[in-house]
């Protein structure tokens, strides 16, 4: 960069400004990193994901991490099933020796990881934005929830679905998208709950009855199984049916009447929890989303382009988007055309698979049949599409570094 000492601040401390704020350090460039969170575990950060090898494997790679992630992945966790309301296997996936392509990590694991291979100090804890201001040329002020302030030539906004940020590129909003679920977790499972753990297995099920109610159960580490028990419902379901969500009995007895027509075993899945359910929505931004450039600022994961979870990019592009805006602020001459290049890009590859990801959503908790019938992907040929997508975008790069080397090898450059 012709400016070698850009303030760049990036607002979010999940996988996506972590990830970020790594490769730029590794570029030699500054950064800080804002969050509102006390500490990187000071909440649950959620449960499992899936790293893919086309995006958030190359994030990792690029971030120098990738032999720390192997070192917690489970590879066995890309098991698969699908079954239906009463049990029956419809569908499995178990995933071959040596498949790496999608190997799953726990959420707050990741974060840790990625925040231990920061510089000290990286991180500003505690730093819930309140707004972001224009002050012209580019600079952007942040004010936050304990009274201070910085600047910055460059705002990353990896601040999520309600970001702080984005309203200074667009006035898009997350939209419900008609699903709610209840965060459940069993813990010790293999122990205290051998029907679920042999009904989970070692990755993921997924169960759901035609009529718009389902349960998604993960295996995460540590004999920890998180479940998912979703419905289609207005937002305020649990006042319509007075349901005080903070009363686990109360939210049990209601989840029994609504999934009475499962059966006893699929519905251990639903009564059996240890701990609360954590109620949660499903929200995507507009899809495909871009907008024009605005000097000084850029988003990155869901406050760019959140979707909804089905297919797992969510996590994987935003680590990607870091990775990319990273490298671009380091290769073009000023931040102007770093952003643009990032942009460029990144609007092209987000919208199509915010556009698949929500269509699955409604094809799964369909409650009329649809013209076509929600079929589980096919996990095998997903992965080898995985790694044949690795493997142009690295071509890509490689491609990309020559004509930069070409370029600043001709004559009078």
Not at 140 to 163: C, K, M, P, Q, Y
Not at 283 to 298: I, Y
Not at 354 to 372: E, K, Y
């Amino acid at each position: 960069m012709t400016n070698s000492t850009p303030r760049i601040a990036v607002v979010g401390g999940g996988p996506a400004g972590l990830t970020c704020a790594r490769v730029l350090q590794g570029h030699g460039i500054e950064v800080t990193v804002h969050d509102g969170d006390a500490a990187v575990d000071a909440r649950d950060a959620g449960g499992t994901l899936d790293l893919h090898a086309d995006s958030g494997q190359i994030a990792l790679e690029d971030a120098g991490l990738i032999d720390a992630f192997m070192a917690l992945a489970r590879p066995e966790g890309q098991a698969k099933s699908r079954r239906d309301q009463h049990g029956t296997v419809l569908t499995e996936f178990t995933p071959a020796p040596g498949d790496e392509a999608a190997p799953e990590i726990d959420r707050g694991q990741l974060r840790r990881m990625l925040h231990e291979h920061l510089r000290p100090g990286t991180v500003h804890w505690g730093h819930a934005l309140v707004r972001a201001v224009r002050t012209g040329d580019g600079v952007h002020r942040l004010e936050f929830a304990d009274g201070t302030s910085t600047e910055a030539d460059l705002v990353i906004g990896a601040d999520g679905a309600w970001s702080k940020v984005r309203p200074l590129v667009s006035d898009a909003v997350p939209q419900y998208l008609g699903v709610c679920f209840l965060d459940a977790r069993f813990d010790d499972v293999d122990t205290r709950h051998p029907a679920i753990a042999g009904i989970v297995g070692d990755g993921h099920m997924f169960a759901n009855d035609g009529a718009g109610r389902a349960v998604i159960v993960q295996r995460n580490s540590n004999s920890v199984v998180r479940g998912y028990v979703a419905f289609r419902a207005p937002l305020d379901w649990h006042v319509r049916a007075g349901v005080d969500l903070t009363d686990r009995q109360a939210v049990r007895a209601h989840l029994v009447q609504e999934f009475s027509h499962w059966s006893a075993g699929m519905r251990e899945l639903i009564t059996a929890n240890d701990g609360d359910y954590v109620p949660r929505t499903f929200h995507a931004l507009p899809a495909p989303l871009t907008w024009d450039r605005v000097p000084g600022v850029t988003l990155i994961g869901d406050a760019a382009h959140l979707m909804a979870p089905f297919g797992g990019h969510g996590a994987n592009l935003a680590m990607l988007d870091g990775v990319e805006l990273a490298h671009a602020v380091k290769e073009e001459a000023t931040l102007g055309e770093a952003v643009s290049r990032y942009e460029s890009a990144m609007f092209a590859r987000s919208g199509e698979l915010a556009t698949s990801a929500n269509g699955a959503l409604t094809r799964f908790f369909a409650t009329t049949t649809p013209d076509a019938p929600h079929l589980p992907p096919d996990h095998a040929q997903e992965h080898r599409n995985y790694l044949a997508r690795a493997a142009a975008y690295r071509a890509q790069q490689a491609e990309r570094a020559r004509q930069a080397q070409r370029a600043a090898q001709s004559p009078g450059h």
